[in-house]
T-cell receptor, first 111, second 114 residues
Framework: GDSVTQMEGPVTLSEEAFLTINCTYTATGYPSLFWYVQYPGEGLQLLLKATKADDKGSNKGFEATYRKETTSFHLEKGSVQVSDSAVYFCALSDNTGKLIFGQGTTLQVKP | SQTIHQWPATLVQPVGSPLSLECTVEGTSNPNLYWYRQAAGRGLQLLFYSVGIGQISSEVPQNLSASRPQDRQFILSSKKLLLSDSGFYLC?????????????FGSGTRLTVV
């Protein structure tokens, strides 16, 4: 079945460092891809999405490009802030109308 | 605009007691509704989803049940809680077009079974 694999965390960075969180997927068909963010004690919020190959989703300085040839959707940010500390989930839309989530990657940014 | 409400925010319940968590959506009709559980330090586990009133699909056999008595109301229940039921419970809703809109999540309920 469809699946999403994220790099294991926690990822610890200093403020203003470059961030990459890897996400790869396995899917039949042509899914949409999503990144969600979960701040401590809160629900998940949609961060960005891409609905077809080569699309780039972006929001709040974060970017991810839908790469069909490598089945990847890596999350990047050029300069992280302490306020970016959170858990990040990669997800795809399967062909039964549900989202399949990765295990989540914890990001901790130190001042 | 659409909003989703979950309550209570936190709950501490003894083992063997019943459970009822409620989720409601405003500003839309006939949403798809979902219950997820997030155990400490782990990912998201889909428990139930519903595409209409009275229509419930269970993803994982367990000590919990779900009901959808009204179009925009989704309830998670248990007759007797277990210690393993502790976790962070999230409700979510979506339009039928998941590919375009994804899910919108509620703020979650932190359940501790003692």
């Amino acid at each position: 079945g469809d699946s999403v694999t994220q790099m294991e965390g926690p990822v610890t960075l200093s403020e203003e460092a470059f961030l990459t969180i890897n996400c790869t997927y396995t899917a039949t068909g042509y899914p949409s891809l999503f990144w969600y963010v979960q701040y401590p004690g809160e629900g998940l919020q949609l961060l960005l999405k891409a609905t077809k190959a080569d699309d780039k989703g972006s929001n709040k300085g974060f970017e991810a490009t839908y790469r069909k040839e490598t089945t990847s959707f890596h999350l990047e940010k050029g300069s992280v802030q302490v306020s970016d500390s959170a858990v990040y989930f990669c997800a795809l839309s399967d062909n039964t109308g549900k989202l399949i989530f990765g295990q989540g990657t914890t990001l901790q940014v130190k001042p | 605009s659409q909003t989703i409400h979950q309550w209570p925010a936190t709950l501490v319940q003894p083992v063997g007691s019943p459970l009822s968590l409620e989720c409601t959506v405003e500003g839309t009709s006939n949403p798809n509704l979902y219950w997820y559980r997030q155990a400490a330090g782990r990912g998201l586990q889909l428990l139930f989803y519903s595409v209409g009133i009275g229509q419930i699909s269970s993803e994982v056999p367990q000590n919990l049940s779900a009901s959808r008595p009204q179009d925009r109301q989704f309830i998670l229940s248990s007759k007797k809680l277990l210690l393993s039921d502790s976790g962070f419970y999230l409700c979510a809703w979506s339009f039928g077009r998941i590919r375009t809109y994804g899910y919108t999540f509620g703020s979650g309920t932190r359940l501790t079974v003692v």
